[in-house]
């Protein structure tokens, strides 16, 4: 409970040295600070107090220091419907801007589309062999069988290998998840993908149960690239405002020895190598072989 992770010290009151029972502040503290009842809060975490005025719940938010992300959230919670029914949505669609915008990419710098449920809508070549060259290139145009990133996160042990600073980046996602949770509470593919992960991994579960809410707009990837060695990059989101569920996500290299591994990752890719081979006037034989390469999956 985030009430927990204040301390009086904090939030500006004066501490007397006399023991307390709990670790951050007490119900009647956080009520004085937020200026509502002690009862009206009890009612509020108690989910019984029906409407909430945008004044307290940005008073709440305040003396519990959320941030944008979380005054967000809390927000989307204060909004839900009171009976709602879980339903389907329409396969996500990228939107054609930031094709465009993908498009103008080229294959000089990794990028990827995710949908807000964090599937992979589209990538380039780039993309494709520095996140998940494991996997099918043309996985993301089946919207039944689209590549989640967390879902691969916590149940795909050869992404997972993949980076030194999986758990801090773990974080982000489940609380990226918890953001998208309230802004969609209806949305019965999300609802399944954070029920499945919650049965699955234990780790998930426990990252879940820590209630963080945050947004994922940029931060260090220290990865291990399975045949281009050890690359810290950066990810960056780029959002459009016709589109804001559509996150085109470029990854740029941190320091010189990083950039130059990240050259080479396309042209030594086993897509790559495939391409070579199956073009006109290649020996035969070999293209068989790329191929397996190019499709083979690597052991967990």
């Not at 600070?33 to 002690?38: E, P, R, T, Y």
């Not at 949908?115 to 992979?120: E, L, N, Q, V, Y």
């Amino acid at each position: 409970m985030r009430r927990s992770r204040v301390t009086p010290e904090m939030a500006g009151l004066r501490a007397y040295g006399t023991p307390r029972r709990v670790a951050g502040l007490r119900r009647e503290e956080l009520a004085q600070l937020a200026g509502v009842s002690v009862g009206y809060y009890t009612r509020l975490e108690q989910d019984q107090a029906g409407a909430v005025s945008m004044q307290v719940i940005d008073a709440l938010a305040r003396v519990l220091d959320l941030g944008g992300p979380g005054t967000a959230h809390l927000h989307n919670l204060a909004r839900r419907p009171a009976t709602s029914r879980l339903a389907n949505p329409a396969p996500e669609i990228p939107a054609p801007r930031v094709l465009a915008l993908l498009d103008c990419l080229g294959e000089s710098v990794p990028a990827i589309v995710l949908g807000r449920r964090g599937d992979i809508l589209a990538w380039n070549r780039t993309g494709h062999a520095l996140i998940a060259e494991h996997l099918d290139y043309e996985a993301p145009s089946d919207p039944d069988g689209r590549p989640s990133i967390p879902r691969m996160f916590f149940l795909d042990p050869v992404l997972r290998s993949q980076y030194r600073n999986w758990e801090e980046l773990a974080r982000v996602h489940v609380a990226y998840l918890r953001l998208t949770a309230g802004r969609y509470p209806c949305d019965a593919r999300l609802a399944d993908l954070i029920g499945e992960l919650t049965m699955r991994s234990r780790e998930f579960t426990d990252m879940w149960a820590a209630g963080d809410v945050s947004d994922c707009t940029a931060g260090p990837m220290d990865m291990r690239h399975p045949y281009a060695g050890d690359l810290d990059v950066d990810y960056q989101v780029w959002l459009q405002p016709d589109s804001p569920d559509h996150r085109l996500e470029v990854y740029t290299p941190r320091d010189r020895e990083s950039a130059e591994r990240l050259s080479r990752i396309v042209a030594d890719s086993p897509q790559a190598r495939f391409d070579r081979t199956s073009a006109p006037g290649h020996k035969p034989g070999n293209g068989k072989r790329a191929a397996a390469a190019c499709s083979r999956r690597r052991p967990d």
